[in-house]
Every structure is written in C-alpha cells, then in structure tokens.
C-alpha cells in the first residue's frame, strides 16, 4: 500500500445534544507535523488525540481542525456569588456611615457589581465527550487514510511507468558501451595509419590505448547499480508501505540513481549515451518530484 501525504477527511458524529465535527487536511513534510485547532474547553484531550490520530499518519504536515456544538439548555447556567455581594454591601454600608448619607442601595442595583453574578459552564462528562470526539476523529481518519491511499495509487502507476522508461535507457547504454570501445579502436587505426601512412601499425601499442581508453569510459558497474536501485525501488512500490512509511527509503534510492547518472555522464564521450544520460537525470529529477509526495 503506497499513501500519498496529501489528504482530506470530513467527520460530522452527533451524539444526544452535541455535534462533533472534525476536519484533517494535510501535505508534503519532511516528518509528521500535525497542528490542532480546537476550543479550549477540548485541551484535556489533546494527547489522546493526538495518539488516535497517528494511527491514520506517519508523516506529512496535518491540519486539524475540531468544532463543537451543544444544543442542550444546560450548557451554561448563572453562578450567584453570595460572598463577594455581602461584601460589596459592608463596604457600602460603611460608605453611608462615614459620609453620612442614606444607603439607598436595591437589590436591582447590588446585582450589576462586577462577580455578583457570573455565567458558568456546566462541567463536561468527560467520558461522553472523548466518545464523541474519538468517533468523530476515527470516521474523518478512516477517509482521510482512504484519500491517501487513492492518492498513492495514481503516484504508484506514474512512478512504475517512470521507472520503465530509465531502464530501458540503462539497458540501451549498456548495449552501447562495448560499441564505442570498438569505435575509438577503428579510428585510432585510421589515425595512426594515415600518420604513419605505409608503416605497420604497433598492436601491442594500439592494445594498450584502446585499454587505456576503455578504463576511463567504462560504466559497467554505474549500470550495475543503477539498474539495482531502480529494480529495488520498483520492488519497495509494490510491497508498499511498511510501519515507518516508505517514502525516506524510496528518497534514498532516488539520490543514489543520480550519482550514478552523473557518473554515467560523466565519463561519457558519446553523443548518444550523453543523450540517454540526460534523459536519465531528467527521469530520476521526476521520480524524485514524486517520491516527495509519497509518506
């Protein structure tokens, strides 16, 4: 199974008067960053969250967003603070004394000090509360991981068909190599003859340039590993994701395959394998561009 980092997954869970709704949306990252929007009244939970969510993610950057609503009248209720009224009173009162002035004060009045009546949230049951959350996150988890997943395929089949086209280069290089040896060998005879013009020509000499030649431009164990990475990150593809994800490991190859492409150019002196060369690198660059997607 290959995932893609990019992903979205939408949850709406009602449970008796309250509504949880949980929205994932995520993209490429190097390490898995998730961040959680959220009310504050929800902060207890973020840990368990947080835990729950990692079974649907091992990498990328993850946006969470969780809302809540509460439909029940005992949401909230008014909180009569007795203590702070009774001493708004005595200082009142002591006020009246002091001056010498009547205490006209009404309840009406003593009511609109500040703290002599709040607004208080009922606690929450934090038990119901977590198993709304907890359904809410596993169903939005479940097609968000879905969406990485369809994601993943069509980055699969782009990939294996990428893959096809630098082996098929590799190979074509490989095949050339023996030739230009044979090629240098002929037009270093023709050089040396129409040098020496009816002389004999010095095989053990000409032997030793050809050698000499072949040494410098030989790519046979570039080819050898190339085609190595390249079957080993077709084979990393279709085994599919493993419990740290494969995308690193998929990076990896990618990087290696360039350097053995620069080394193919490298020591190329033909035109026609420079050209496979460079098709090669721009392959690689692609499948490099797609392995950042991959988890």
């Not at 929205?23 to 504050?40: A, G, H, Q, T, W």
């Not at 050809?210 to 085609?227: F, H, P, Q, S």
């Amino acid at each position: 199974m290959v995932c893609s980092m990019t992903g979205f997954g939408r949850s709406e869970v009602t449970e008796g008067q309250r509504k949880y709704t949980v929205e994932l949306k995520s993209v490429n990252n190097r390490y898995l960053d998730i961040n959680i929007k959220m009310p504050k009244k929800f902060n207890a939970f973020e840990s368990a969250i947080r835990a729950e969510l990692k079974n649907y993610m091992k990498r990328g950057k993850v946006d969470v967003f969780i809302s809540y609503e509460d439909f029940s009248e005992s949401e909230s209720r008014v909180k009569y603070n007795k203590a702070i009224a009774e001493e708004y009173l005595t200082y009142l009162n002591q006020m009246s004394s002091d001056f010498n002035l009547d205490n006209d004060v009404r309840v009406s009045v003593l009511s609109r000090f500040p703290e002599v009546f709040t607004m208080e949230e009922e606690e929450l049951d934090e038990k119901e509360v977590w198993s709304g959350i907890r359904k809410a996150l596993d169903e939005a988890g479940t097609q968000f991981l879905e969406s990485r997943k369809k994601e993943g395929e069509f980055l699969c089949k782009d990939l294996s068909a990428k893959l096809d086209g630098m082996l098929e280069n590799v190979e074509y290089i490989e095949g050339r190599s023996p030739e230009i040896i044979r090629e240098y060998k002929v037009r270093l005879r023709e050089k040396i003859q129409d040098l020496l013009e009816d002389k004999q020509v010095d095989e053990n000499r000409l032997a030793m340039e050809v050698t000499i030649y072949a040494d410098k431009v030989c790519v046979d164990e570039e080819i050898t590993r190339l085609r190595s990475h390249i079957l080993a990150t077709r084979q990393t593809l279709s085994d599919g994701d493993d419990k740290d994800g494969i995308g690193r490991k998929l990076d990896f190859l990618a990087q290696e395959m360039n350097r053995e492409a620069n080394t193919i150019l490298s020591k190329s002196t033909d035109l026609k394998i420079s050209d496979r060369g460079i098709s090669l690198k721009t392959d690689i660059e692609k499948v490099r561009e797609q392995i950042q997607n991959i988890e």
